[in-house]
């Protein structure tokens, strides 16, 4: 039964992140707006090179930026897509399709990489292929969805693992193409390294030698998203991060944030270092976005608070969050996602059947697929409270409901909150009715109930209800089809019969009255006074 329910409850919020990342990565046929945008980036890069075009403020125009980038990437066709493949002994292909908003959303990004590469001087050739109209070079590739991105190892294709955005396209392609570590030698690189780099690894070696620093690299190298740069010289790396006091050899990770430095205390080994890596990597609260969506979703920290607001409710949580975030590192992790992008929120919080006018702490449990809600007031007190319990498992599961309804018609409504006393805890028999809006076959079912109810509405010890499982959640109930005609028998609420879709009319009157007659013959025996009902 709990082993059952978990994997309800998993599957209930693997749904919620599947749809949220389909939404995100799925192509979409459509909009023209982006078909205009991939045509005009397409047509900014046939035009001829150099003509000098330079924006009023003397710098070159956006335009301009874009055109030169795209130079930079190398466009593949059927004739020398295997060549170019083959030839390299490093290659990353864009396959697009003309109509995909989300390639022309890559697009640029793509370019970008290809500038910053280039001037680090890389060995690395970035390629894009049209890959709807080069059937032949796509498949040959093995380019199956677009956009998708492919790396080529002297002609041998490898996953592709790292980050979407223009800045993570670089840092992976530089940790699988030889230099996966940035060395820091002077205080002004340090400061240059800091402008560009937001969250980065940070290891002082003496010599950059010995096995420790193997390991260093090791991780650097395996790990797909985060930069790591080395200093042996304690000024420099006191650039990077005032708190950084020990002079001799030391990892740690910095982010530009509140909490700037932490410190790895453990056994140098590569897996090690990377664990460490994925449980501090995240700011102590991070912003959702669509870009670092996956990312969030695959930490392995199990327990998440996801705190929803509109953007100026969240500049008064934020300080509050973060002490929270820092009293609970490692252990939970705290997501912020702004209300007003649905495209982030709502999924989250259709779970909890709520809409988000005010703040909404909520938290979750991968391991076991529970969720929460902080009820009380939003204070830094209640915060805490929450993660503790959250923490140490004392919390009470969210299950969503509707308000109690003040009415009760022939069949009644039963909402989550009514579903314990009302079905469980009551002594009748109870047939209910569970369905959903969307569902075909609802309607046509309800007025059967009506009529069955009607039937039998003299009978005291027999409730009807229904309850619109869209809206309402309870721990017993778990139905995954619409409509499910359920049975409670008096003396067995535990075990609730599933009746047929299928079975008559009468055939559900024949079932209710073995059930009923019974009972009202147990009843009977004790109560004479019950006969004149029978
Ligand atoms: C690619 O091939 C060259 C020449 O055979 C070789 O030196 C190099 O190590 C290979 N690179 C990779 C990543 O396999
Ligand atoms: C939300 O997703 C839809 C469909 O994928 C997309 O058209 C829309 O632009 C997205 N909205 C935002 C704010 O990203
Ligand atoms: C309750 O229902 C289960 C499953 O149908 C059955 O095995 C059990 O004997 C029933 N218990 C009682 C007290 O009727």
Redesign the pocket.
């Known amino acids: 039964m709990i082993q059952s329910r978990r994997r309800w409850a998993i599957r209930s919020v693997v749904l919620v992140v599947l749809l949220l990342v389909s939404s995100l990565i799925a192509p979409s046929v459509g909009a023209s707006e982006d078909l205009d945008e991939l045509e005009q980036l397409l047509a900014i890069e046939e035009e001829d090179e150099g003509t000098g075009e330079v924006g009023i403020s003397g710098k070159p125009s956006e335009a301009e930026v874009l055109k030169r980038a795209q130079g930079i990437v190398l466009e593949l066709s059927n004739d020398n897509a295997k060549r170019v493949v083959d030839g390299n002994e490093f290659v990353l292909v864009l396959g697009y399709a003309p109509w995909c908003p989300r390639s022309a959303e890559l697009m640029p990004r793509f370019a970008e990489a290809a500038t910053a590469l280039k001037e680090m001087g890389g060995r690395l050739v970035m390629a894009k292929l049209d890959a709807e109209r080069h059937v032949k070079a796509a498949s040959l590739l093995g380019i199956k969805g677009f956009p998708s991105l492919l790396f080529f190892q002297n002609g041998t294709a490898q996953p592709y693992t790292g980050g979407f955005a223009g800045e993570e396209i670089v840092i992976w392609a530089q940790k699988k193409t030889g230099s996966p570590v940035i060395r820091l030698k002077s205080t002004s690189a340090a400061e240059e390294f800091l402008r560009a780099h937001q969250t980065f690894a940070i290891g002082c070696f003496e010599n950059f030698e010995g096995p420790e620093y193997e390991e260093f690299v090791k991780a650097a190298v395996a790990d797909n998203n985060i930069q790591f740069a080395e200093v042996n010289d304690l000024n420099v790396a006191k650039v990077l991060s005032p708190d950084i006091k020990n002079g001799k050899h030391f990892l740690g990770l910095i982010k530009s944030e509140p909490e700037v430095f932490v410190e790895f205390g453990d056994v140098f080994e590569a897996d090690k270092i990377l664990r460490f890596i994925e449980f501090n990597k995240f700011p102590l609260v991070t912003t959702l976005t669509e870009l670092n969506s996956a990312r969030v979703f695959s930490s392995p920290i199990n327990l998440q608070v996801f705190v929803f607001a509109g953007a100026d409710d969240f500049k008064h949580l934020l300080s509050p969050l973060q002490d929270a975030a820092r009293k609970y590192k490692t252990k939970i992790m705290f997501v912020y996602a702004d209300s007003a992008e649905d495209n982030l929120s709502k999924p989250f919080l259709t779970l909890f059947g709520l809409e988000a006018d005010n703040p909404v702490v909520t938290a979750f449990d991968s391991r076991t697929g529970a969720k929460y809600l902080l009820e009380w007031d939003l204070t830094p007190k209640n915060l805490d409270e929450f993660c503790s319990g959250l923490l140490h498992g004392t919390l009470t599961p969210y299950f969503k409901s509707e308000s109690v309804p003040q009415t009760t018609g022939i069949v009644r409504k039963i909402v989550g909150r009514t579903f314990g006393p009302v079905i469980i805890d009551s002594s009748e028999n109870v047939f209910l009715e569970v369905y959903s809006p969307w569902c075909i076959d609802c309607e046509a079912t309800s007025k059967q109930v009506e009529k069955l109810a009607e039937h039998f509405k003299e009978v005291g010890s027999l409730i009807f209800g229904r309850i619109d499982a869209s809206l309402n959640e309870h721990p017993k109930l778990q139905v995954e089809n619409f409509p499910t005609l359920l049975f409670y028998?008096s003396?067995?609420k535990?075990?609730p019969?599933k009746l047929s879709k299928k079975t008559s009319f009468g055939g559900v009157v024949d079932f209710i009255n073995k059930y009923v007659a019974s009972e009202e013959v147990k009843a009977l025996s004790t109560d004479e006074t019950t006969k004149d009902e029978l």
């Open positions: 028998p003396g067995n535990s075990n019969v």
